[in-house]
């Protein structure tokens, strides 16, 4: 039987950690990895108190301040690729609205145990598929 080298607490639609049913409340390998990835991604630079430094800098360098979609993307991989058994990014799409303050993502990370696609954008991006982009694997919203 094969051992899971990664494992998480699942969470609950509310983003609270699931609790009471046993081993059900955890999740391994890929689903733990996509899990992981979400969690970098939505923790914001300066909210944890035991790592002021950590986290995505969403109002210090990317929001409301002079950038382009290729400077967000670097900023989006820096944070990816920093991930715990993430490979590569396969691709990596975003659209930056300097006007709008806001910006869509969408990727498809490769990890040890697969690849995972995921967006911020509950709408798919028009005329492509995640089938198109290698997205086979899980699909995660951010």
């Known amino acids: 039987m ?15 950690p699931m609790r009471g049913n046993g081993l059900q409340n955890f999740l391994s390998d890929i689903d733990a990895i996509a899990l992981i990835i979400a969690q ?51 691709v990596l799409l975003v659209n930056y609205a300097a006007k709008a303050r806001s910006y869509t993502v969408v990727a498809v990370v490769q990890t040890v145990f697969g690849a995972v696609a995921l967006t911020n954008n509950t709408v798919n991006v028009p005329g ?7 997205g086979t694997g899980l699909s995660i919203y951010l």
């Open 2 to 16: 094969k051992t899971a080298s990664i494992i998480t607490r699942a969470l609950d639609q509310n983003g609270d």
């Open 128 to 134: 492509i598929t995640w089938q198109q982009i290698g």
């Open 40 to 90: 970098r991604l939505q923790l914001l630079q300066g909210s944890w108190w035991m790592a002021l430094s950590d986290g995505l800098p969403l109002f210090q360098s990317i929001l409301g301040v002079p950038n382009t979609s290729s400077g967000v993307a670097l900023i989006l991989r820096r944070r990816i690729l920093g991930t715990v058994g993430v490979t590569a990014i396969s």
